[in-house]
DNA sequence: CCAAAAGTGTTTCACTTACACCCATGA
DNA sequence: TCATGGGTGTAAGTGAAACACTTTTGG
């Protein structure tokens, strides 16, 4: 193993994937290039590993030095290697998966990147390098584990209506949800807290508002219990 | 991003998780290692990926110069990259999970590892680096998998009976299942071909064998489909 | 004829699904 | 008073789980 460190290294970067919720839309985070290659081109933010950096470290990092925003959830997503992936060499990247609550999204360009802004994941520009696929990899991991971790919750504001937390289910799962359903389901859950308060000022009757309770879903978690909607 | 090239850059390896059934248990493969660090101890197979060379070309290599196995399953488990999991310096690693089937271990370790042998994960010796927590991810992720991806049959002969495949579950899921439900289930979902051949030569009743369609499989799977036990 | 595993159905219960109307509020 | 979304229950169907005996074969 030892001689193989004289060997030439492929480099090693971290690409971040941050959805968010706006709009009834499901929203990415995209940075514009500064430089070539694909200088002008809306890309993923990310950028190097620092030689004695964790890796979500450098995931957070290039995030706050691209754009500023505050995450509410992360998760490795996978590490894509494909020769010729980056046309200036050998890199590797570690792909995260990330989400933020709305409103939140402070967006402050800071380092290479000249531009930072929300994409709905539908309509979306051609993407530097592999991201295209890196995206699609992310998007089938959220549907994935939203039927099955209660991560949806980090894409709202920490109170929410029932009907705003199934418009986001049915924009991320791509399908309508019955309502009443919903509403049992994720209720039986007792992963909701009834605030006590209602939203006012709406041209209807004022909905309840809720709160995940973290404290109770640190407990199932331990159990290994499962979600499903 | 482009000044990054000049800094160090973190090493990179791969490493499998590679497992097998036998003796109606889970078994990983593991080669002891012949070189400081950790010498003499037990370690996953893996090394240094080649400058051009795709993550999981890399980690067959390893495999097949360590132990000279033939994989039926492989898919990227997690990269763990903390800093000071190899004392050497910095090392990220891409770890594989892989399968495979019984009786084709050859196992012919030929490089730097001294020896390659199946260890019974339930009785394991203390690991390299932080080997064991890799192989605990591992078997986290076989657990949650076999439950709704069909790759149980990858750890099988090429034909096997039904109580041999629900012995493999209740090893790897390490709780007992009902044989008549089990039955039902596995059959209702039909993507096991009865050969109308028997196992004779067993002081019992001769049970029939079966075999995978992996082609059902694959149409299956286009239209994503559920496999659930 | 004995031991050992193969093979086979039914009932019960829980959960999922489909479905329609009245209520509260602001404009 | 109208438009808009909030909020609620029941019946039918589907799928999961529990459960025991007969059959076949080799020794």
């Known amino acids: 193993m030892s001689h193989s460190y004289e060997w030439p290294r492929p480099a090693l970067t971290v690409d971040c994937v941050v959805f968010g919720a706006a709009d009834e839309r499901l929203e990415v985070l995209l940075v514009q290039r500064g430089e070539a290659p694909f200088k002008d081109s809306w ?3 990310g950028g ?25 959830y992360m998760e490795q997503l996978y590490t894509f290697g494909t020769p010729g992936r980056d046309p200036r060499g050998r890199v590797v990247t570690v792909a995260w998966l990330a989400l933020v609550r709305p409103g939140v999204h402070r967006l402050e360009p800071r380092t290479d990147a000249r531009d930072a802004a929300w994409h709905p ?79 006012t000022g709406v041209a209807h009757r004022a909905p309840s508002l809720y709160r995940f309770d973290r404290q109770r879903h640190a407990e199932l978690e331990r159990d290994g219990y499962l979600f499903e909607v």
Chains 1, 2 share one sequence.
């Open 48 to 72: 190097f590993v620092h030689q004695d950096e964790a890796l979500d470290v450098a995931a957070r990092r290039e995030l706050v030095e691209e754009t500023g925003v505050d995450l509410s």
């Open 43 to 45: 890309a993923l933010p």
């Open 121 to 199: 994941v539908a309509d979306l520009p051609p993407l530097a390098f592999d991201h295209e696929r890196i995206l699609e990899t992310a998007r089938e991991r959220l549907r994935g584990k939203l039927r099955y971790k209660p991560i949806g919750f980090e894409l709202l504001p920490e109170v929410f209506t029932l009907t705003e937390l199934q418009r986001l289910y049915e924009v991320v799962l791509e399908r309508p949800l019955d309502k009443r359903n919903f509403r049992r389901k994720v209720l039986a859950t007792k992963l909701l807290i009834d605030t006590g308060q209602r939203r």
